[in-house]
């Protein structure tokens, strides 16, 4: 499947973004969906995780500022953050990994077979 990330930018401290992740070649109610961050010169981490059922899985980091969700009807999912915070500047990435192929790692970059581009969201204190 090829994903298509968008939605970062330029925001001050507190403010909201929505990032989108949409799919083509293939349908994403069939995998399970990752959205990780990798800050410069710093490992890609985990943000949030949607199972092809709809449960959600968050780094602590984030509990309770941001909400993954997914429309199967427009093969997008979605990461709303809010109260963004100048140390959650990043480039952040979705990821999709097939159902059958799923080893229940979701945190773990190297669960993720499929990989978007990235998009920049930078947060100004």
């Known amino acids: 499947v090829q994903l298509q990330a968008s939605g970062g930018g330029l925001v001050q401290a507190g403010d909201s973004l929505r990032l989108s992740c949409t799919a083509s070649?293939?349908?994403?109610?069939?995998?399970?969906m990752g959205w990780f961050r990798q800050a410069p010169g710093k490992e890609r981490e985990f943000v949030a995780a949607?199972?092809?059922?709809?449960?959600?899985y968050y780094a602590e980091s984030v509990k309770g500022r941001f909400t993954i969700s997914r429309d199967n009807t427009k093969n997008t999912v979605y990461l709303q953050m809010n109260s963004l915070k100048p140390e959650d500047t990043a480039v952040y990435y979705c990821a999709a990994d097939f159902i059958s192929r799923f080893r229940g790692n979701y945190d773990a970059p190297n669960e993720y077979e499929d990989w978007g581009q990235g998009t920049q969201v930078t947060v100004s204190s």
């Open positions: 949607i199972s092809w059922r709809g449960g959600t």
């Open positions: 070649g293939s349908t994403l109610s069939s995998y399970f």
